[in-house]
């Protein structure tokens, strides 16, 4: 399978997928009125994504025995629903869309770790110094000093939110690393993952139903923009549709790919989406940030280069 075509998946849908969970968490009304919010956007995507991957996973009227165990899905899907909602309760502690672009981009080196301590991989010193250079550029646009309104208060609150991005990294980069164990032990199922990682978490998401609705309440009454229909219902259509083209994305290229390029790939949209979001909001970066900025950009090009020449000269060496 050609990289190109879920790496268009990514980039098309995940942008648009932040960009529409921008606009409705920088709503004041939503934000004071529908404290539930990241729950309830994430609820919204998994019943949509659940939905459209049915019937590829159908034999008549029941669901097909998965070629991935059970138990090995359910624990993945553990992984996926914890992930994500911390990753969308984030900006209840004060830290906006664009820094929390930034921060996650130390995904890839926070992968690089828990696949060299607990996956036992190897990496090249180009690797290695490319995701250091990553991890330094995100520090430095994370610590970036801005004088306009969306500057950032480093108080508890802020910290408490870079505790919950760090403990969200982490399971994101073991799961990528579970994931890619999976794929090679059972085969590259990626509709399959796709479909019971959404799934299999509604139960536990329906447990917080009563401030889900309360939630759903207030973007209902939002004003209408839409053939009649409220702002907010068309942003949270929106997000999950995108949602499902991004998710389809990313399980196709993990199906093909190391949890680690996955990682770096992701890095890469992580920053179209900080450009979007800067370019739509007004939002500016300081001299700090966009050296950070250029830091992390030229070490994604570095780890894309070194991992395509190290490639050739394995498969050079195979051949003789």
């Not at 729950?39 to 919204?44: A, E, K, Q, V």
């Not at 025995?65 to 993945?76: R, T």
């Not at 969306?150 to 990528?176: I, P, R």
Request: aromatic share 10%; glycine share 6%; hydrophobic share 45%.
């Amino acid at each position: 399978m050609s990289r190109s075509s879920p790496i268009a998946l990514i980039l098309g849908g995940c942008c648009c997928n932040v960009y529409s969970f921008e606009e409705l968490t920088r709503d004041e009304r939503f934000i004071s009125q529908a404290p539930n919010l990241g729950t309830t956007i994430t609820l919204c995507q998994f019943v949509f994504v659940s939905l459209a991957c049915l019937p590829s996973q159908l034999e008549g009227v029941f669901l097909r025995k998965p070629a991935i165990p059970l138990s090995k899905l359910i624990f993945l899907v553990i992984l996926y629903f914890a992930t994500s909602v911390l990753n969308n309760s984030a900006w209840r502690y004060g830290i906006s869309v664009p820094i929390h672009i930034v921060f996650r981009s130390s995904s890839t080196v926070m992968s690089m770790i828990v696949g060299y301590v607990i996956g036992g991989n190897l990496y090249s010193k180009h690797q290695v110094m490319s995701c250091v250079s990553m991890t330094v550029g995100t520090i430095l646009v994370i610590l970036q000093r801005q004088e306009n309104s969306d500057a950032v208060s480093y108080n508890h609150l802020f910290f408490c939110g870079v505790a919950v991005l760090t403990f969200a990294s982490f399971l994101g980069a073991y799961m990528g690393l579970y994931t890619e164990k999976l794929y090679q032990r059972y085969g590259s199922h990626w509709q399959e993952t796709q479909f019971y990682t959404h799934f299999l978490a509604l139960p536990t998401l329906l447990f917080l139903g009563p401030a889900v609705f309360t939630d759903l309440e207030v973007i209902r009454n939002s004003e209408s923009v839409f053939l009649g229909l409220p702002r907010g219902i068309v942003l949270l259509l929106v997000n999950a549709t995108t949602q499902l083209v991004c998710t389809s994305g990313v399980n196709r290229l993990a199906s093909t790919s190391s949890s680690l390029t996955v990682a770096v790939i992701l890095l890469a949209r992580k920053f179209v989406s900080l450009a979007i979001s800067a370019y739509i909001h007004g939002s500016s970066f300081t001299t700090q940030g966009i050296v950070g900025s250029i830091i992390i950009v030229v070490a994604t090009i570095h780890y894309a280069v070194a991992s395509k020449l190290e490639k050739a000269t394995e498969q050079k060496i195979k051949t003789h």
